[in-house]
């Protein structure tokens, strides 16, 4: 079976928000420091599309979804939470970011942050590298607006390597490396709202990348369709 996105769009940083509340009370972590499979699948029921059932199956650990498991990085990496006695818990910073996104109705503290977290990303990439090309060109195929199938994506950023001298296999061989890059981007932006899947199916290539008009704006806001790598 394959999860469908809500009716209603999430708007960018409504998971961020989630998580932060979720950790404010702090949250066990498993034995290798990873999110509990409680919190996993809570997070699946916010966000179905990232995890696909066959039958009753249900997500075991954070690996299972990858976009929780990077949103885990993400709050570590920026000091948002802290591991203290087998839990995950808030920060002083990350406390402070939660109150200041929940007393934000307008949602613009949100966009903001998510329009600060993404731009630090990609400058923090090496100019020129495979991984800031395929990243850029996933964000400029979201900023204008498309609505591709993944394997249509893969060929576009794959032709974006190719186009700055990179070698990169034709065919399957330089699909599957551009798929390979293009997931940790795009799994960064399901993880902050400003994209999701249609559907969650590892195996198509037919599934569409959808970027809600609240999440192109994010990616405007951060300035990457101009970078210069790409124009």
């Excluded at 503290?109 to 495979?130: D, H, K, P, Q």
């Excluded at 551009?178 to 940790?184: L, T």
């Excluded at 400003?194 to 806001?221: N, P």
Aim: net charge negative; charged share 25%; aromatic share 8%.
């Amino acid at each position: 079976m394959i999860n469908q996105m809500p009716t209603q769009s999430p708007q960018p940083g409504d998971f961020l928000i989630w998580l932060l509340t979720r950790l404010s009370t702090g949250e066990k972590l498993t034995e290798a420091k990873a999110l509990n499979r409680a919190l996993v699948r809570a997070a699946v029921v916010e966000r179905p599309t990232w995890f696909e059932r066959l039958g009753s199956e249900e997500p075991n650990r954070e690996f299972d979804v990858p976009p929780v498991e990077v949103m885990h990085e993400v709050l570590l990496g920026y000091k948002l939470v802290r591991r203290y006695k087998g839990s995950l818990m808030l920060t002083g910073e990350g406390k402070k970011l939660l109150a200041e996104l929940l007393a934000d109705a307008s949602d613009q503290a949100a966009s903001a942050f998510c329009t600060n977290l993404l731009y630090t990303e990609l400058i923090a990439m090496e100019r020129g590298s495979v991984e800031e090309i395929v990243s850029v060109s996933v964000c400029k195929l979201g900023a204008s607006g498309n609505q591709l199938p993944f394997g249509e994506i893969c060929d576009i950023v794959a032709s974006e390597v190719r186009a700055f001298g990179i070698d990169l296999p034709v065919g399957w061989g330089g699909q599957r490396i551009a798929a390979d890059y293009a997931h940790q981007i795009i799994w960064l932006m399901e993880g902050l709202d400003i994209c999701q899947y249609e559907s969650r199916h590892d195996f198509s290539s037919d599934r569409r990348l959808i970027f809600s008009s609240g999440g192109r704006e994010v990616i405007r806001a951060a300035g990457i369709t101009g970078r210069a790598t790409i124009i």
